[in-house]
């Protein structure tokens, strides 16, 4: 079976077919049972060689397998896989009890990707499982630019590697290639050296040189004699070089070898970013508990506004991600208030003149406050805007209408609503019936038609309840 040529964003949802080789009764039924709640399709066989024909007659995107098993055993299935042209690009992990060092060695030798332990934890083995599947996803489909003057050799490398599944353009020289870098935008590039307008050498320089380009690995092709210079390129930014003969076994495993460690980089960059993300979110909630510690009156008041500008924005029609941005948003509209002197937060009579504008000022602040974070940047704009108004009334800008960000419009209408029904230093809290009336008063006034529209729907279907999970401490 040949890879899947898909494009990434075109990969099926399909679920992973899984074939699991093992002895054991017990542990078939157990793998079977916890692959399947993990979503993937599964088919048992009972030793290595019932293992051999299945994986030959079905299209497996990973096989699992055990070491000891009668007729053949695990290692021998594996090298007979590998051996196979239908099956040798099929991931294999081992899921054995015999984990000692040479075990794992002969494992590796034989071509496994991954070796777990029967003994290890059930959850951590079905992570490891669906990491190996993501990567062969990566890698399925990636998309090569081969660079050769000979046209000869580029309909060989473009048939040999459209047979292994990756996406494949060509070029005739170095300047044609990176002419197609911004529209084909490749994963790798294959490059011969010797060419006419732009040599290997040129290009990959010029591509190093490239802010927008300058991480896609490069490996240059050439003959023996050039391996001094090809030395050099390498010290120049070139990923690897392969000597002209070269087999297509060994280019396949250079570009896998190049994938991988990029797959690898990828994975480490994704798990600093969800890393940072967590820190960024714990550090706002310490800011926001901050600032309503200080005033117990409007402990919960963010929280709130949060729900409700969720319900708003999925009646809205928001994708997920963009709800999930207005919890955040609703989370931190207000924490410009961290500015705002004790005496005014916390008065209890009407604010005078100097006193409302003092306290106007925290629309602008929280920017302020966020702007360090780089991953908040497209929600500044918005919580400066929350006390903007639909008829350009408001502050701190006056804006009016539509140029009001739709997110602003959106945390406005939950504003009122929270603020009316909770009870204020001033006063106490009013009647959802009143918040209701005064929201359809404002319709088109203060608030944005579509805003308030999506408000009634939401209060209609939950009746307007914003009660704050029993976690919740601010
Ligand atoms: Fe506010």
Known sequence: MKRKNLQPEMQDDTPPQILVVDDSTSVRYAMQKSLTEAGMIVTLASDGEEGLARAMNSNFDLIITDIDMPKMDGFELCTRLKEEFKTSHIPIIVLSTHDSDEHVEEGFRVGVDAYLSKSGNIEENIERIKDILTAKNFLTGSKILVVDDSSSVCLFLEKELREEGFIVQTAENGKAAFDMLPLFKPDLILSDLMMPEMDGGELCRTIKKSVEFCTIPIVIMSSLADKALMRRLMREGVATYLIKPFSVTQLSIVIEEIFSSNFRLLLEEKERLTMEHDLTLAAIASLVQALEARDS??????????????????????????????QLIGRLHDLGKIGVRDDVLLKKDRLNKAEYEHVKGHASVVANILRPIKSLHDILEVTTSHHERWDGKGYPDGIKGENIPLKARIIAVSDVYEAVTSERPYRDSMPKAVALAIIKEERGKQLC????????????????????????QP
Request: charged fraction near 30%; glycine fraction near 12%; proline fraction near 6%.
């Open 449 to 472: 038609p579509t805003c308030v529209d999506g408000f009634l729907r939401w209060y209609e279907k939950t009746g307007g309840k914003t009660e704050l999970p029993e976690t919740f």
């Open 297 to 326: 009156l409007t402990r919960g008041h963010s929280e709130r506004v949060a729900i409700i500008a969720m319900g708003i924005g999925e009646e809205l029609g928001f994708k997920p991600n963009e709800v999930e941005r207005l």
